[in-house]
Protein backbone atom coordinates (compact mmCIF):
# COMPACT_ATOMS: atom_id res chain seq x y z
CA UNK A 1 0.00 0.00 0.00
CA UNK A 2 1.34 3.30 -1.34
CA UNK A 3 1.67 6.09 1.64
CA UNK A 4 -0.17 9.34 1.42
CA UNK A 5 1.51 12.44 1.06
CA UNK A 6 1.41 13.34 4.87
CA UNK A 7 2.42 10.48 5.85
CA UNK A 8 5.49 10.68 3.51
CA UNK A 9 6.13 13.85 4.61
CA UNK A 10 6.33 12.59 8.52
CA UNK A 11 8.52 9.91 7.52
CA UNK A 12 11.16 11.76 6.05
CA UNK A 13 10.97 14.29 8.80
CA UNK A 14 11.61 11.85 11.17
CA UNK A 15 14.48 10.63 9.22
CA UNK A 16 15.86 13.73 8.85
CA UNK A 17 15.40 14.45 12.89
CA UNK A 18 16.95 11.14 13.33
CA UNK A 19 20.44 12.21 11.19
CA UNK A 20 21.14 15.43 10.88
CA UNK A 21 18.97 16.90 13.80
CA UNK A 22 16.44 19.87 14.35
CA UNK A 23 18.72 22.05 12.56
CA UNK A 24 18.16 20.02 8.96
CA UNK A 25 14.81 19.49 9.23
CA UNK A 26 13.43 22.66 6.89
CA UNK A 27 10.53 21.94 3.67
CA UNK A 28 13.00 21.71 1.52
CA UNK A 29 14.79 19.48 3.22
CA UNK A 30 11.40 17.59 3.65
CA UNK A 31 11.05 17.49 -0.23
CA UNK A 32 13.70 16.02 -1.01
CA UNK A 33 14.41 13.59 1.65
CA UNK A 34 10.73 12.09 0.79
CA UNK A 35 11.38 12.70 -3.29
CA UNK A 36 8.58 14.83 -3.52
CA UNK A 37 8.49 17.98 -5.95
CA UNK A 38 9.81 21.39 -4.36
CA UNK A 39 6.72 23.24 -2.09
CA UNK A 40 5.10 19.84 -1.60
CA UNK A 41 5.49 19.77 1.94
CA UNK A 42 4.73 23.58 2.47
CA UNK A 43 1.49 22.88 0.76
CA UNK A 44 0.57 20.38 3.63
CA UNK A 45 2.71 22.20 6.31
CA UNK A 46 2.25 26.05 6.14
CA UNK A 47 4.69 26.61 9.35
CA UNK A 48 7.67 24.64 11.25
CA UNK A 49 4.92 24.31 14.08
CA UNK A 50 2.64 21.99 11.92
CA UNK A 51 5.47 19.93 10.01
CA UNK A 52 6.68 19.44 14.06
CA UNK A 53 3.22 18.44 14.93
CA UNK A 54 2.47 16.06 11.76
CA UNK A 55 6.06 14.52 12.89
CA UNK A 56 5.34 13.91 16.20
CA UNK A 57 1.82 12.06 15.86
CA UNK A 58 3.41 10.11 13.34
CA UNK A 59 6.42 9.21 15.44
CA UNK A 60 3.85 8.66 18.38
CA UNK A 61 1.66 6.32 16.13
CA UNK A 62 4.88 4.48 14.61
CA UNK A 63 5.84 3.92 18.48
CA UNK A 64 2.09 2.69 19.61
CA UNK A 65 2.50 0.17 16.52
CA UNK A 66 5.02 -1.38 17.95
CA UNK A 67 3.32 -1.38 21.20
CA UNK A 68 0.58 -3.30 19.27
CA UNK A 69 2.81 -5.87 18.28
CA UNK A 70 4.05 -6.35 21.78
CA UNK A 71 0.15 -6.65 23.17
CA UNK A 72 -0.36 -9.45 20.57
CA UNK A 73 3.06 -11.07 21.74
CA UNK A 74 1.79 -10.86 25.39
CA UNK A 75 -2.29 -12.11 24.35
CA UNK A 76 -0.50 -15.61 22.99
CA UNK A 77 0.88 -16.10 26.28
CA UNK A 78 0.56 -16.29 29.98
CA UNK A 79 2.22 -13.44 30.87
CA UNK A 80 5.05 -12.81 34.05
CA UNK A 81 6.96 -10.82 35.58
CA UNK A 82 9.72 -12.12 34.24
CA UNK A 83 8.40 -12.66 30.88
CA UNK A 84 7.30 -9.23 30.45
CA UNK A 85 10.78 -8.36 31.25
CA UNK A 86 12.14 -10.36 27.96
CA UNK A 87 9.49 -8.56 26.26
CA UNK A 88 11.06 -5.26 27.73
CA UNK A 89 13.87 -6.35 26.48
CA UNK A 90 13.23 -7.19 23.40
CA UNK A 91 11.48 -3.56 22.76
CA UNK A 92 14.66 -1.87 24.01
CA UNK A 93 16.54 -3.71 20.92
CA UNK A 94 14.27 -3.13 18.61
CA UNK A 95 13.85 0.56 18.98
CA UNK A 96 17.80 0.48 19.40
CA UNK A 97 18.27 -1.49 15.79
CA UNK A 98 20.09 0.21 13.26
CA UNK A 99 16.10 0.24 11.12
CA UNK A 100 15.14 1.96 13.98
CA UNK A 101 17.89 4.07 15.51
CA UNK A 102 16.95 7.37 13.35
CA UNK A 103 13.42 7.05 14.37
CA UNK A 104 14.70 6.65 18.19
CA UNK A 105 17.27 9.89 17.70
CA UNK A 106 14.07 11.95 16.31
CA UNK A 107 12.21 11.03 19.28
CA UNK A 108 15.00 12.77 21.43
CA UNK A 109 14.84 15.54 19.04
CA UNK A 110 11.70 16.18 19.17
CA UNK A 111 11.11 16.01 22.93
CA UNK A 112 13.97 18.38 23.06
CA UNK A 113 12.30 20.55 20.39
CA UNK A 114 8.66 19.91 22.64
CA UNK A 115 10.56 21.83 25.94
CA UNK A 116 10.16 25.01 24.56
CA UNK A 117 6.93 24.58 22.29
CA UNK A 118 3.81 24.46 24.47
CA UNK A 119 2.02 23.24 21.13
CA UNK A 120 4.20 19.90 20.99
CA UNK A 121 4.56 19.60 24.88
CA UNK A 122 0.96 18.90 24.67
CA UNK A 123 1.25 16.20 22.10
CA UNK A 124 3.63 14.62 23.93
CA UNK A 125 1.85 14.45 27.21
CA UNK A 126 -1.27 13.24 25.53
CA UNK A 127 0.96 10.31 23.78
CA UNK A 128 2.40 10.08 27.37
CA UNK A 129 -1.02 9.03 28.82
CA UNK A 130 -0.98 6.22 25.83
CA UNK A 131 1.83 4.76 26.71
CA UNK A 132 0.93 4.94 30.45
CA UNK A 133 -2.16 3.09 29.80
CA UNK A 134 -0.40 0.34 27.71
CA UNK A 135 1.90 0.22 30.19
CA UNK A 136 -0.22 0.14 33.37
CA UNK A 137 -2.09 -2.55 31.31
CA UNK A 138 0.99 -4.79 30.55
CA UNK A 139 1.77 -4.70 34.06
CA UNK A 140 -1.60 -6.09 35.42
CA UNK A 141 -1.48 -8.89 32.90
CA UNK A 142 1.72 -9.92 34.48
CA UNK A 143 0.74 -9.52 38.16
CA UNK A 144 2.94 -6.85 38.87
CA UNK A 145 1.78 -5.29 41.85
CA UNK A 146 1.03 -2.02 42.00
CA UNK A 147 0.74 -0.97 38.32
CA UNK A 148 -0.59 2.26 38.70
CA UNK A 149 2.69 3.28 40.67
CA UNK A 150 5.29 1.36 38.37
CA UNK A 151 4.07 2.07 35.00
CA UNK A 152 5.51 5.92 34.90
CA UNK A 153 8.94 4.32 36.46
CA UNK A 154 8.88 1.97 33.68
CA UNK A 155 8.44 4.20 31.06
CA UNK A 156 11.34 6.51 32.72
CA UNK A 157 13.18 3.56 32.55
CA UNK A 158 13.20 2.44 29.13
CA UNK A 159 13.20 5.90 28.14
CA UNK A 160 16.47 6.34 30.19
CA UNK A 161 17.72 3.17 28.57
CA UNK A 162 17.12 4.50 25.44
CA UNK A 163 18.83 7.88 25.62
CA UNK A 164 21.92 6.35 27.05
CA UNK A 165 22.34 3.76 24.41
CA UNK A 166 22.10 6.27 21.99
CA UNK A 167 23.99 8.87 23.20
CA UNK A 168 26.83 6.22 23.70
CA UNK A 169 26.28 4.97 20.11
CA UNK A 170 25.95 1.72 21.32
CA UNK A 171 25.70 -0.79 23.89
CA UNK A 172 25.80 0.66 27.27
CA UNK A 173 23.88 -2.03 29.55
CA UNK A 174 24.02 -5.61 28.30
CA UNK A 175 21.05 -7.26 27.31
CA UNK A 176 21.41 -9.37 30.88
CA UNK A 177 21.57 -6.17 32.55
CA UNK A 178 18.47 -4.83 31.33
CA UNK A 179 16.64 -7.76 32.22
CA UNK A 180 17.83 -7.15 35.54
CA UNK A 181 17.08 -3.66 35.99
CA UNK A 182 13.32 -4.62 34.33
CA UNK A 183 12.81 -7.52 36.78
CA UNK A 184 14.41 -5.70 39.79
CA UNK A 185 11.33 -2.91 39.27
CA UNK A 186 8.78 -5.32 38.02
CA UNK A 187 9.29 -7.39 41.93
Not at 61 to 87: E, G, H, N
Not at 179 to 185: G, S
Request: glycine share 4%.
Amino acid sequence: MEKDRKTLIADAAIELLGTVGARGLTHRAVDTQADLPVGSTSFYCRTRLELLTLTLKRHAALDMADLQVDAQRMAKSPLSPDSLADLLVARVSDWLSAAKRSRLVARFELFLIASREPDLAEIITQQREYFLEATEAALKLAGVPKPRMVAPILVVLVDGMLLDQVRANGPVASLAQQKAAFKQLLG
